[in-house]
């Protein structure tokens, strides 16, 4: 995947990357951040660690995408599949988001946002891309419809094994 740059602000370019098996720690620490931050969960760190280590060094399960400025990463979103018969195809799921707090509202999470869906649009075996967000989380949906994404008429049930929480 070839990185694209855009502009940050005069002195600085954002730089989005793909993630390598060297950036797991900062990965880990970016998503313990924003289950705190979003959630208010304390993950296992160690399960964490080993589930980015899984992603990272198993392409087939995804991959994630990092947003440098000044060879800093600020930013990362995670891509997983999901397998559709009706559209033979793959969707990508936006998943895993975090952009340092300084960095936000600075157009980090855009240049990520554009290049999965460039890159998406170039693989034949992608037909579109998800994510869920939070049903209270107004000011994500509106940068979401922003970057040309449409509420869908699914909503989401889960039955999680690990992060047991009562409802």
């Keep these: 995947m070839k990185a694209i740059k ?20 900062i990965i ?9 931050e979003t959630e208010g969960i304390l993950l296992d760190m160690r399960r964490l660690y ?15 995408l990092l947003a440098e400025v000044d060879r800093k990463i600020v930013g990362q979103m995670m891509i997983t599949r999901e397998w559709s018969d009706w559209r033979n195809g793959h969707f990508w799921w ?8 300084a960095h ?3 157009g980090v999470y ?15 075996d992608v037909c579109g891309i998800r994510l869920y967000v939070d049903h209270y989380n107004l000011s994500a949906q509106k940068v979401y419809k922003k970057l040309g994404m449409k509420r869908s008429n699914y909503d989401m049930f889960e039955q999680d094994f690990v992060l047991c929480r009562d409802e």
């Design 6 to 25: 855009r502009r940050f602000r005069p002195s600085s370019r954002i730089l989005i990357r793909r993630a390598k098996p060297a950036d797991a720690a």
């Design 28 to 36: 880990a620490r970016f998503n313990a951040a924003m289950g705190t």
């Design 50 to 64: 080993r589930g980015v280590k899984a992603i990272l060094s198993n392409p087939r399960k995804g991959f994630y």
């Design 94 to 101: 936006i998943q895993s988001v975090y952009v340092l707090p």
């Design 104 to 106: 936000r509202r600075r």
């Design 110 to 124: 855009r240049a990520l946002h554009e290049s999965a869906v460039a890159h998406g649009r170039r693989k034949k």
